[in-house]
């Protein structure tokens, strides 16, 4: 059985983070709604709470039930976590002077306790919050302060509950994944032998046991995930298993050619198809992005469930879903960001059982498990690729005049990135078209045409990003032979805004 650190998410930007670095430490984390802990589940060892956008003397603050699982599991509490453990025993929470956000320093360290082991004074740590815990419950210590707060973190005397008013989990608590690993570890018992090869080996067998001789049809868009999740599936039941890729006309410069290639030497069974004239038609005059998604999901699912039928007895969808999908759809205050293609739709219309091997893991984790299958380097590292195509990187309405000159710049783009060696330092690059046209000058003559965004971040799991610092020598190489080869592009900018507060796509 597969030891778990259930999180309990109360509505944090960085709760997805907090599970990353929990599995980086090989040990199998879960992220659950605040109010939905498992009961009697034996594999759980420990509970980590995470923080929240809400104070906890708010009348809508996410409350629950502390007592059970303090009594049965150790328990972290990050942040609002922290707060509210203290809250609820009777301390004190109240708004801070001024906004604790930033880097502080760890001071007057209680070495002995263990959630401290091996941190030392002057250790830099993260914070984020407006309220601040001000007076501890009787039975509650202070292990750790800063220069501005006195409780930083503490220690409940009778019971293993811990709380820290800092974030670990981010990568400025260069102190962060010590602390984790005390809690996961030491105080939690967790065995570390969560691993690319043991979710295989146990996804495997899963998923022989759930579709025993049944046949799954699966929808590929040449990502990773889509692909990892069919070689999975093919591991596990082989012939039964029946792979779809659409061509919705807005894939990159002759990617259905291309991957069609890949899946044939990976043994997959893939159908194409070839539906771009459909989806032209139908995006006909659009501009709102939200629409796009729509229009081209519901074309997706359209074509999709036409080739399905062509195959008898089809009972299971299988998906590429991953955590990030799951999560930036709909988020725990129940706001949508983005509606993503892999999430919701297809089952209710063509009445199959839902199959997502890769649900509950993160980018790098999915790369991890397509290496251990064997699959090929150059698919495995393959940029993330939205699943509406260059529909979501055309501002204004969709031509496939727009398509073929995003085409060809997206083209010079990425190869540029090869050549230049700057393609695994990025984690998603692409071509924005602007909705914009830009006077230029091209030999005597006065240009009007059309100005493109180019796009490159560095991430980890797409929850947050940067801009990629590219070299100035290469930026401008690129715009050259954009500008140069590329009819109808006369302007060529550069995107530096971070995620967030924006989005890695601009749609």
């Given at each position: ?30 992220i659950l709604p605040y109010n939905k802990f498992p009961e009697n589940d034996p594999s759980v060892i420990g509970v980590i709470l995470s923080g929240s956008p809400f104070s906890v003397y708010d009348a809508k603050a996410f409350k629950t039930e502390l007592e059970p699982i303090i009594k049965k599991y150790p328990v972290l509490g990050i942040c609002y976590g922290a707060q509210f453990i203290a809250y609820t025993h009777g301390g004190a929470v109240e708004p801070a002077n001024s906004r604790e956000y930033g ?381 140069n080869k590329v009819r109808g592009v006369n302007r060529v900018t550069y995107d530096i805004s971070s995620k967030p507060p924006a989005t890695i796509e601009w749609e």
């Open positions: 059985m597969t030891q778990k650190i259930i999180i309990l998410d109360f509505g944090s930007q960085t709760t997805q983070l907090i599970g990353r670095r929990v599995r980086e430490l090989n040990t199998y984390s879960e880097r502080a320093n760890l001071t007057e360290i209680e070495a002995s306790d263990p959630l401290m082991k091996d941190i030392m004074p002057g250790e830099q740590v993260w914070m984020s919050h407006g309220d601040t815990i001000t007076s501890l419950p009787e039975n509650f210590k202070v292990i750790a302060s800063t220069e501005q707060v006195r409780i930083a973190a503490y220690r409940m005397i009778d019971e293993k509950v811990w709380g820290v008013q800092f974030h670990p989990e981010v990568y400025h608590s260069e102190c962060g994944m010590t602390i984790l690993k005390n809690f996961v570890v030491d105080i939690c018992g967790s065995l570390q032998d969560w691993s690319a090869a043991s979710f295989i080996e146990t996804t495997v067998k899963e998923l022989k046991e759930k579709l025993g001789n049944d046949k799954v049809v699966l929808g590929l868009s040449g990502g990773v995930d889509s692909s990892v999740a069919a070689v999975l599936l093919n591991k596990a039941i082989g012939k039964n298993l029946t792979c779809i890729f659409v061509d919705h006309g807005m894939l990159r410069k002759d990617e259905f050619k291309k991957v069609l290639k890949d899946y044939e030497g990976l043994g997959l069974n893939v159908i194409g198809v070839d539906a771009s004239e459909k989806f032209f038609s139908e995006l006909e005059g659009v501009t709102e992005p939200e629409k796009k998604r729509k229009i081209i999901g519901k074309g997706f699912i359209d074509v999709f469930d036409e080739e399905a039928h062509k195959i008898e007895d089809v009972k299971w969808l299988g998906q590429g879903t991953i955590y990030p999908d799951c999560i930036e759809s709909l988020s725990i205050t129940g706001t949508t960001i983005k509606s993503h293609h892999n999430v919701g739709g297809l089952p209710e219309k063509m009445k199959l059982k839902l199959c997502e091997p890769l649900r509950l893991l993160f980018k790098d984790e999915v790369r991890a498990v397509g290496r251990q299958l064997g699959m090929p380097e150059h698919l495995i590292s393959r940029h993330p690729f939205p699943g509406p195509g260059l529909a979501v990187r055309i501002l204004g309405d969709i031509t496939p005049e727009k398509v073929r000159i995003l085409q060809e710049a997206d083209d010079i783009f990425i190869q540029g990135l090869r050549d230049w060696g700057l393609y695994d330092e990025v984690w998603q690059a692409g071509v924005i078209l602007l909705n914009v046209l830009s006077v230029g000058v091209m030999g005597d003559e006065r240009t009007y045409e059309r100005a493109v965004a180019l796009r490159a971040v560095t991430s980890t799991d797409a929850m947050t990003a940067d801009w990629a610092r590219l070299p100035y020598d290469f930026l401008a190489e690129v715009s050259n032979k954009i500008i």
